[in-house]
Every structure is written in C-alpha cells, then in structure tokens.
C-alpha cells in the first residue's frame, strides 16, 4: 500500500521560508517522479514542481521559479520543496504526489493529503 504523508507547513510572514517534506512508502521511490501541487481556496489544484527519479530532472511552475527548490533524499525515501521568499498567494494546500511520469499523476498517481502553507501580508 503506498502512502504519502507530507509535513512541514505552517504559517509564515511574506519574505519568510518553509521545507515542506513528504515520506514516501510502499514504492519503489527511487525511480518515481516525485511532485508537488497546491490548492488555494476556490481555485483549481495546480502544479508547483517535479522531480524526475530517473533523469533527476526538476520543473517549475513559472510562479515559483528562482524561489522553490524540489529534491529527494532516496535513502530516506523523502521529498522535499524549499520555499524561500513567500508570497500571499503561495497560500494553498500543498499536496506530495508520485508517479512513473508527470505526463499521468493527476489521473493516476499516488497522493499525500495535504499540508497547509499559510502566508501572511
């Protein structure tokens, strides 16, 4: 049975920074593509970053480039999202999900359920 189970948020002051962390169980997670989402309230889930087990590629949202860092620590079968420099509207649920490709994990992948991230003005 996998399991996903994210941790590390919070609430922060705009300027400040957060390490999301997701532990991973029950998969193979080296070579999975590990990522993350988010869902602000009545607005559409939507995709933060990625990281590829295999090529260890990393993507972004453009909304977080230079700003969130995704990586992966195998031997502990663990995800992270560094986010430096918050903003208001990084407010969201953020969501650990896992996939053998990008391409499917909104359809068919495994997911955590959820961490809040609060960002204050």
């Known amino acids: 049975q996998v399991q996903l189970v994210e941790s590390g948020g919070g609430t922060v002051q705009a300027g400040g920074s957060l390490r999301l962390s997701c532990a991973a169980s029950?998969?193979?997670?080296?070579?999975?593509?590990m990522a993350w989402f988010r869902q602000a309230p009545g607005k559409e889930r939507e995709f933060v970053a990625a990281h590829s087990g295999i090529t260890y590629f990393a993507n972004y949202a453009d909304s977080v480039k230079g700003r969130f860092t995704i990586s992966r620590e195998n031997a502990k079968n663990t995800v992270y999202l560094q986010m430096n420099s918050l903003k208001p509207e990084d407010t969201a649920v953020y969501y650990c999900?896992?996939?053998?490709?990008?391409?499917?994990?909104?359809?068919?992948?495994?997911w955590g359920q959820g961490t809040q991230v609060i960002v204050s003005s």
């Open positions: 999900a896992a996939d053998r490709s990008i391409a499917t994990m909104t359809t068919s992948g495994y």
């Open positions: 029950g998969l193979t997670f080296s070579s999975y593509t």
